[in-house]
């Protein structure tokens, strides 16, 4: 049996789709496509859909927060080109034994987090689903075309950038697996897989600072998400280990579960943080600018002319391009 890969899947797609008008800018193959209207101003298109027993359980989801989920894991795809969600269509696949109080306590969180970002649900569909929910959420969001931040414009020598701690959400899942989602001590951790956090103001805020090159966010791990990063701009990357933000929950809670907190910050998915490049003279006026807006980022490691991403460790190089999550089929 030959397994597919997502990303062997969505290449043979790619493959099959014909060129589009000249106003599309970029089709498949970045955070979102990217369509030139009027003003200077591109529109920004991107889906995603979560599904029970793939991407969450039931067992341990708390409903309002997997509607938050939906919408945020949407937002992060705008905010990792530099614009801001404006719209979204909400397409969800209803089981049978699905109660009503679910169905409002999902939407309840849906619509919240678009009012947080001062979107508007615009449409959708309802389809009977068999034995498992689903939720396909698809966003559009705005910005200036000369901002837009591609995966193609890493250039070797930029400094490569994340913002927050990594490998929380993957820490956090393992608990929730465990049973241990309501341990006061796990509630961070927890809360980065349930609820995460999109990084879509930070996100219009580097991008509308001139400062970087690069972007896109963090949701298959770094070395997967890099990885997209150095193949779209035909670069190499080489990350240093200790460079690596883990929170102090992680570095406490991994260990005790049998993990390696570094392994589930690079290996580890659904962070939702930010990965992007940056030239070496932007380091100083990048780090006021995100101290400014309450944002922390960490220099990780840097472009370099080769291919593929290096993990530096110990003094040691160790390939681990595409070493991150990955769904297969
Ligand atoms: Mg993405």
Redesign the pocket.
Known sequence: MHHLSERNIIEAIARQSRGGPPELIKGIGD?CAVVRKAGGLVDLWTTDALVQGVHFDLAWHPPRLLGRKAASVNI??IG?MGGRPRFALLCLGLPAACSRQLLDELMAGFLEVLTMHDMVLVGGDTVFAGERLMLSVTVCGEMEERHVCYRAAARPDDLIWVSGCLGDAACGLALCRQGLRAEEAYLSLCRAHLDPQPQARLGRLLAQSGLIHAM??I?DGLATDLAHICKASGVGAEIMAPDVPLSPELQKTAPALQLAPLELALQGGEDYQLVFTAPADSSAPLQDLCRGAGRDIACVGRITAGEGVMLCREGERQDITFRGYEHTF
Do not use: L
Request: cysteine-free; hydrophobic content about 30%.
């Open positions: 955070d992060s795809d990792a896109m966010d949701s």
